[in-house]
């Protein structure tokens, strides 16, 4: 218990040290600044491969699947990649979000820095019941396992996705039924009291739609991670390294997603392949080089293959 509360209370610094010192003062966040912050994130990420290498090593933690020190290594390492390579589809969506409201560039940092406590929220509570139910039932791997293929199998098959307009959206309209909305930008505010009546801003619209976005995407992702490992603790820290690394990904890769269309395939191959793992869990074992070795060769393939498309 206690290494949650350091690993948590480390969170919180952050965070607080983010919003607070780093980004203090609303502005527009350069590329440049994007990917310091990326290559900042993805490095910490991987270096805590090594602190849960010594955790394991000297027991400093429960270790309820009686991993190694290697293989908990190796496992956080591949679910932290599965993670980052399905919050691709996140990102675009944020992105979609964040033009249908019309939401200046300085202010997004701030309505995605809210939408991460809430999303550390809702991933932990989901791990948690997943975690809970795999123990309890073994069959609700099957659950999980055809989950992501028939996910993958609708990714396939999907020629064209429905244009997404959050105006639309049943959450947009419940938000007007109980608030009155202001639909101009009142700065950074999320609420604004005109006249003895509040108002909501398009940005906390905009940052319930990413809250719920979120939750509808972590359905794919918490199973997709539970194929590697139901160990609670390389669950929860290898989704909120990937949760962290996004926005600042947002920010790096938002308007070069369209580059990489065949990153798709490769989410739809991932999403397979974890898929396939957990249905077969209690009749064989994928070594865990395979797996990681799959998922590095499916992103670097989409890349690739991505890149050549762009220069015919």
Same mark, same amino acid.
């Given at each position: ?16 040290? *983010?919003? !607070?010192? &780093? +980004? ?10 994007? $990917? #310091? ?25 429960? +270790?309820?699947? +009686? ?5 908990? $290594? ?10 980052? $390579?399905?919050?691709? *589809? ?14 200046? #560039?300085? %202010? #997004?940092? /701030? ?11 809702? /991933? !932990?509570?989901?791990?948690?019941? !997943?975690?809970?139910?795999i123990n309890k039932f073994d069959w609700i791997t099957y659950v999980f396992g055809a989950f992501l293929i028939f996910t993958a199998l609708k990714m396939l098959f999907t020629n064209e996705e429905e244009e997404f307009d959050p105006k639309d959206s049943k959450v947009?309209?419940?938000? !007007? ?13 999320? %609420? ?11 940005? %906390? ?25 139901? *160990?609670?603790?390389?669950? &929860? ?13 947002? %920010?790096?890769?938002? +308007? ?8 798709e395939y490769s989410l739809i191959a991932i999403l397979t392949f974890v898929g396939v793992k957990m249905l077969l869990v209690h009749h064989f074992k994928f ?22 498309? #762009?220069?015919?």
């Amino acid at each position: 218990m206690t290494v949650w509360i350091i690993f948590l209370c480390a969170i919180a610094i952050f965070l607080a040290l *983010d919003l !607070g010192v &780093f +980004n203090k003062n609303p502005h527009v966040i350069s590329s440049k600044e994007a $990917s #310091q912050w990326t290559v900042l994130w993805v490095t910490l990420s991987f270096l805590f491969s090594g602190v849960l290498y010594l955790l394991y090593k000297h027991e400093y933690i429960a +270790n309820p699947t +009686n991993l190694t020190p290697y293989q908990a $290594s190796l496992k956080y390492i591949t679910g932290y990649l599965i993670e980052l $390579s399905l919050s691709a *589809d996140n990102i675009f969506v944020i992105a979609i979000i964040f033009s249908s409201f019309k939401i200046p #560039q300085k %202010f #997004q940092h /701030r309505v995605l820095f809210w939408g991460i406590l809430g999303a550390i929220f809702f /991933r !932990g509570l989901m791990i948690f019941l !997943g975690v809970a139910l795999i123990n309890k039932f073994d069959w609700i791997t099957y659950v999980f396992g055809a989950f992501l293929i028939f996910t993958a199998l609708k990714m396939l098959f999907t020629n064209e996705e429905e244009e997404f307009d959050p105006k639309d959206s049943k959450v947009y309209k419940l938000i !007007g039924k109980i608030f009155p909305i202001k639909h101009e930008i009142h700065g950074q505010k999320f %609420f604004i009291r005109e006249h003895g009546i509040n108002y909501v801003t398009p940005l %906390f619209i905009a940052l319930i739609v990413i809250e719920l976005m979120d939750v509808l995407f972590a359905v794919d992702s918490v199973p997709a991670i539970l194929a590697i490992t139901a *160990d609670p603790f390389i669950v &929860f820290s290898s989704n909120i390294f990937a949760i962290l690394g996004l926005r600042s990904m947002y %920010f790096f890769l938002a +308007n070069m997603l369209e580059k990489f269309s065949y990153i798709e395939y490769s989410l739809i191959a991932i999403l397979t392949f974890v898929g396939v793992k957990m249905l077969l869990v209690h009749h064989f074992k994928f070594p865990e080089w395979a797996s990681l070795g799959f998922i590095a060769v499916a992103l670097t393939a989409g890349v690739l293959v991505s890149l050549k498309k #762009q220069d015919k």
